[in-house]
T-cell receptor, first 112, second 114 residues
């Protein structure tokens, strides 16, 4: 019963490097989300998807891109990492008929 | 824009006692959802309880209950018979109906003393 999983758990990048964070869910959920969590702040929505092939911007989308090629996967990309993107990233998913989001364990990203 | 405020950065409670965590929010909407999430040291976000704004009855889940005051835009969480495992960060969250942008408060760190 995996639920929502995230890969990797931790990563260190140098400024300017690129990387992709992977989120996978096995609950057949239509909706998927990417959040970031910074010290002293709650989670902030980066991008989200309401279905395969669709994506939309959230509260803080700049510097990130996303793709939802398969229903079960939601990828978050950083094309040119900046120190301001040092954060903990959470993925979440939910069914279309449900109000509750289910979260993954988080990915800690450090950009030097 | 909707904002969520948690005015208590830290709270502590004695084991078996009751504690209340505060949350206020700002919105001009009438239909929305409110949530309390728990984040233990493992960082996993776990749903504690949720409330639909159109329901007047306060939600309860075992030892967890809310005091939802719609006119005051207040949504507090009460934890009864506190247990050591309740120690965590607690986040209040708001989501407008038919909208995917969920807004979180800054969190309250709860310590449970044995």
């Amino acid at each position: 019963n995996a639920g929502v999983t995230q890969t990797p758990k931790f990563r260190v990048l140098k400024t300017g490097q690129s990387m992709t964070l992977l989120c996978a869910q096995d609950m057949n959920h239509e909706y998927m989300y990417w959040y970031r969590q910074d010290p002293g702040m709650g989670l902030r929505l980066i991008h989200y998807s309401v279905g395969e092939g669709t994506t939309a911007k959230g509260e803080v989308p700049d510097g990130y891109n996303v793709s939802r090629l398969k229903k079960q996967n939601f990828l978050l990309g950083l094309e040119s990492a900046a120190p301001s993107q040092t954060s903990v990233y959470f993925c979440a998913s939910k069914a279309g008929w449900e109000e509750t989001q289910y979260f993954g364990p988080g990915t800690r990203l450090l950009v030097l | 824009a909707q904002t969520v405020t948690q005015s208590q950065p830290e709270m502590s409670v004695q084991e078996a006692e009751t504690v209340t965590l505060s949350c206020t929010y700002d919105t001009s909407e009438s239909d929305y959802y409110l949530f309390w999430y728990k984040q233990p040291p493992s960082r996993q976000m776990i749903l504690v309880i949720r409330q639909e704004a159109y329901k007047q009855q306060n939600a309860t889940e075992n030892r967890f209950s809310v005091n939802f005051q719609k006119a005051a835009k207040s949504f507090s969480l009460k934890i009864s018979d506190s247990q050591l495992g309740d120690a965590a960060m607690y986040f209040c969250a708001y989501r407008r109906d038919n909208n995917n942008d969920m807004r979180f408060g800054a969190g309250t760190r709860l310590t449970v003393k044995p």
